[in-house]
């Protein structure tokens, strides 16, 4: 499938997160009017740092090499136009994808050719006991800062590992490892490692 991109920095989206934009370049523009009549979704892919390893989300040493190339679908949820012809959008996160191939030359704005890239299966008692440890470690250290945000914590087990890594504010190449995990138990594995969960064996 063919998906407008939207990159917008060193910002990860992920499975379920609200994500708010600012559209303001004329190439943007012309891609949320695109948006807007077609409803598609379009990919937010990380923009990795310059120093970033080559191989890191399947990336090339070309210009375009530090783009990621595993990214979320973004969905369109609010639209608030300024005078000036800027917006301030409301995204949130759907699908993961892998990004294929990139094409610059069709629009303003760059395309991907992309697939749809769903978690592998995981082991649920595993994965229940590592998230219920990262989401107690993660919930102490946020009683710190904000007081109690427990009832704030999504039912979802993909959506609770979303909520973690959004709340832990993990960018760059910290966030697309997170994105990049292969199941939900690594992902929770990765997201332990922020927190301070030590790691044991599983029998």
């Known amino acids: 499938m063919e998906i407008p991109l939207f990159p917008v920095g060193e910002i990860v989206l992920l499975p379920g997160m609200a994500l708010p934009l600012h559209v303001f370049e004329p190439r943007y523009r012309e891609l ?7 409803r598609e979704p379009f990919g937010i892919p990380c923009v990795l740092p310059a120093t ?3 191989g890191m989300g399947g ?3 070309e210009p375009e090499a530090r783009i990621a190339r595993v990214a979320t679908l973004a969905h369109l949820v609010e639209v608030d136009y300024n005078p000036d012809g800027t917006a301030n959008i409301l995204v949130v996160g759907g699908e993961r994808v892998r990004i294929l191939d990139i094409n610059n030359d069709k629009y303003p704005y760059s395309c991907a050719e992309a697939k749809l890239e769903p978690l592998e299966p995981s082991n ?3 994965t229940k006991a590592i998230a219920r440890d990262v989401l107690d470690k993660f ?3 946020m009683q710190t800062k904000f007081g109690d945000v427990s009832s704030e914590v999504p039912e979802d087990m993909l959506l609770k590992a979303s909520f973690v890594a959004a709340n832990l504010r993990l960018t760059g190449m910290d966030g ?3 994105l990049e995990a292969k199941n939900l138990f690594e992902r929770f594995e990765i ?3 922020f927190v301070g969960v030590q790691k044991r064996m599983l029998n």
Request: charged share 25%; hydrophobic share 30%.
């Open 32 to 38: 949320l009017g695109r948006i807007r009549q077609t």
């Open 52 to 54: 970033t390893p080559a």
């Open 59 to 61: 990336a090339t040493r």
């Open 124 to 126: 649920p008692q595993w």
């Open 139 to 141: 919930l102490t250290r």
């Open 176 to 178: 697309q490892r997170v």
């Open 191 to 193: 997201l332990s490692e």
